[in-house]
């Protein structure tokens, strides 16, 4: 017997869902939607019943990043983060958040796809923001590219928050 049931699909919301609703078929879930190799696109995983908690993939190749969401979390906290990468890479490929290749994950969070595997199947198998990792608050901003190719990630004395 499960305690929560997974739902994911692979490119926005278009795309047939993936559920699962033991820890094994979850495992099942997470391999099927995380596939080395592919070029660049989007995953997203939800829990049944908790419609504003739920974790983003962007990933391409054998990297990617995550951004997770809890929106049921109190009114002036943080409630939108992106994982951290455990070993932040000098010269991280490019993930990008949106399947449109607008926006990009932050390099500090681009991290090899098998260690975002653990991050996700922590997420779909305790329907918990993973503890396996530091995560950067980013709530309602959107991170942008500067003139130079770089990211910016604008400051909570930025925005007001």
Do not use: C
Request: net charge negative; no cysteine.
């Amino acid at each position: 017997m499960s305690d929560h049931v997974v739902i994911g699909r692979r490119a926005g919301y278009t795309s047939p869902e993936v559920v699962s609703r033991t820890r094994h078929q979850r495992l099942d879930q997470v391999d099927l939607l995380l596939l080395p190799g592919h070029e660049q696109t989007e995953v997203w995983f939800g829990i049944e019943g908790q419609p504003k908690r739920w974790m983003r993939i962007g990933y391409a190749g054998n990297h990617g990043a995550a951004l997770f969401v809890d929106e049921t979390t109190p009114t002036n906290a943080d409630w939108a983060w992106a994982a951290l990468s455990p070993e932040p890479q000098t010269k991280p490929p490019t993930i990008y958040y949106d399947p449109d290749g607008v926006t990009i994950f932050p390099p500090t969070t681009v991290m090899p796809l098998n260690q975002l595997r653990d991050v996700v199947l922590q997420w779909v198998n305790t329907a918990k923001r993973p503890t396996s990792v530091d995560w950067m608050p980013v709530n309602g901003l959107v991170w942008e590219l500067t003139e130079d190719g770089g990211v910016n990630v604008p400051q909570r004395s930025q925005t007001g928050l």
